[in-house]
């Protein structure tokens, strides 16, 4: 069943690529954007993807005002970041180093997708806690 692979296509041809894999931990939630020259990608874990679902839908209804910027902390630390021109984007940067810009055209499906990968990162997580106990 994992990895968990779903790419999302835009209008225009662009491309969001987000995946489950799993991790000792439980799971790590991949967003990857393949058709960017650097081929950014950044890692979140259970929390992040949470977090990142939450800003998304926060983003959608603050267009066209601003929304403060959102942090999360632990071993796959990030920040959001709704960044308003030339176009609305969602803007994901990695605690090391890593970034991610989603426009505004991938947040339906990207929302759908968080919902759905996170129920897969929370039952691998169980299934890793069942593990070591």
Do not use: K
């Amino acid at each position: 069943m994992f990895p968990r692979i779903r790419e999302i296509t835009d209008a225009f041809g662009g491309r969001l690529r987000l995946s489950v894999e799993e991790h000792p931990s439980g799971a790590l939630v991949v967003i990857e954007r393949p058709d960017a020259a650097d081929r950014a990608r950044v890692l979140l874990d259970g929390y992040g993807c949470d977090v990142l679902a939450g800003y998304v839908m926060s983003a959608r209804l603050a267009v066209p005002h601003g929304l403060p910027n959102e942090h999360v902390d632990g071993n796959f630390g990030a920040s959001f970041r709704l960044d308003l021109e030339p176009c609305a984007a969602i803007c994901i940067a990695e605690a090391s180093g890593g970034d991610v810009e989603i426009p505004s055209p991938f947040w339906d499906r990207l929302y759908a997708e968080l919902c759905l990968v996170s129920a897969h990162a929370r039952e691998l997580a169980r299934r890793a806690e069942a593990r070591v106990h």
